[in-house]
């Protein structure tokens, strides 16, 4: 436990089903993979899912303004003071922060991210979009790790990957919707040694070849940070490696699907049968044992800043180790997992 249980919270149970609500409506993937989690990591994975969506929607429904991000910042103010708004998401954030001692230049750097989304900024490099991807998911990578107590610099550096990965696998499936809203994450160099024209391409996105070898290329990037995920996950708590990697494994799966669709990301949306899904959340159950921390691998650039931020701020008191008890239970309740999946896959239920 993070706090005495005589400490009040500012999050109701009402706000905690809210929060739920927010990942299963958001994201079947996370959703998927959230349910193999241990309950005390569980409820705050939704808080944190749910600010974070809510600070994305908020620019998106602006108009990514200028406005709505001084908006979020005060929020974000009153959250780390005790203040928080009367939001569900801002209750569980007010919460979170004070729980796990997350530093203020995690969100912080969230929302610069979203500032960089508002702005319409485009990445001439990888290592460009290594900084935008670092800001909008490995800062979430990051906050996650610290809510399973975790906060030894290989562990973060690895979900500092994680969160990266996931975001270049996102930016290959979603190049047509972006395209077609304005936005272009593909890097400018990467596209311009194809022979392709960034403004052309916007003006009108077509599935060439040469875009297709772009979407390859930025998938073989996003492979090779799973890899370098997986060694992160040792660093994590037993209890929760089961969905760590199940996350990984599912998310890295979208980037197979689109392969299977012939890398065509304007067209259609990749999807993950639940199915197989289901398939991948046992495998994460069988892999996690074997898993090592070792070699320990340097963190990405991109990454070394949020990395500092954690190292420089004081840790919360230490929780209640799991034990195989617990484990035993997570078996289980994969199983169950197993069961609905595919019940609903077959029976579109």
């Not at 320990?296 to 931020?309: E, K, T, V």
Request: proline share 5%.
């Amino acid at each position: 436990m993070h706090l005495h249980s005589s400490e009040s919270r500012y999050a109701s149970i009402e706000d905690q089903a809210a929060c739920r609500d927010a990942i299963r409506q958001g994201s079947r993937t996370f959703h998927a993979a959230s349910l193999v989690l241990p309950a005390s990591v569980r409820e705050p994975a939704y808080g944190l899912y749910a600010f974070c969506r809510l600070s994305d929607d908020a620019i998106d429904l602006d108009g990514g303004s200028l406005g709505a991000l001084d908006r979020l910042r005060e929020r974000l103010d009153r959250a780390y003071e005790g203040r928080p708004l009367a939001i569900a998401a801002d209750r569980a954030m007010a919460d979170l922060v004070r729980r796990f001692a997350i530093p203020r230049a995690l969100p912080e750097a969230l929302l610069e991210g979203l500032a960089w989304d508002a702005e319409g900024r485009r990445y001439e490099d990888i290592d460009d979009l290594f900084d935008y991807a670092a800001r909008v998911a490995g800062t979430v990578g990051v906050m996650m790790t610290l809510t399973m107590g975790a906060r030894a610099p290989q562990a973060l550096a690895r979900a500092c990957d994680l969160g990266i990965a996931m975001q270049l696998t996102n930016i290959a499936r979603d190049v047509g919707e972006d395209a077609r809203a304005g936005r272009l994450y593909l890097p400018l160099r990467w596209l311009r040694d194809a022979g392709i024209d960034p403004d052309d391409f916007l003006a009108r996105p077509v599935a060439s070849a040469a875009l297709k070898s772009v979407i390859a290329r930025l998938l073989d990037q996003a492979e090779r940070l799973y890899r370098r995920a997986h060694n992160g996950v040792a660093c994590l708590p037993l209890i929760c490696r089961p969905a760590i990697l199940a996350a990984a494994l599912l998310y890295a799966e979208i980037g197979r699907e689109l392969e299977r669709r012939s890398l065509d990301s304007i067209a259609n949306r990749a999807r993950v049968p639940g199915a197989r899904k289901a398939a991948l959340l046992l495998r994460s159950l069988a892999m996690w044992p074997w898993l090592s921390n070792e070699p320990l691998i340097p963190p990405l650039r991109a990454a070394d800043f949020l990395i500092d931020a954690v190292v420089r701020s004081p840790a919360p008191p230490r929780g209640r180790k799991s034990g195989i008890g617990d484990l035993r239970q997570q078996f289980l309740r994969v199983l169950d997992i197993f069961e609905r999946l595919e019940r609903a896959e077959r029976y579109g239920e």
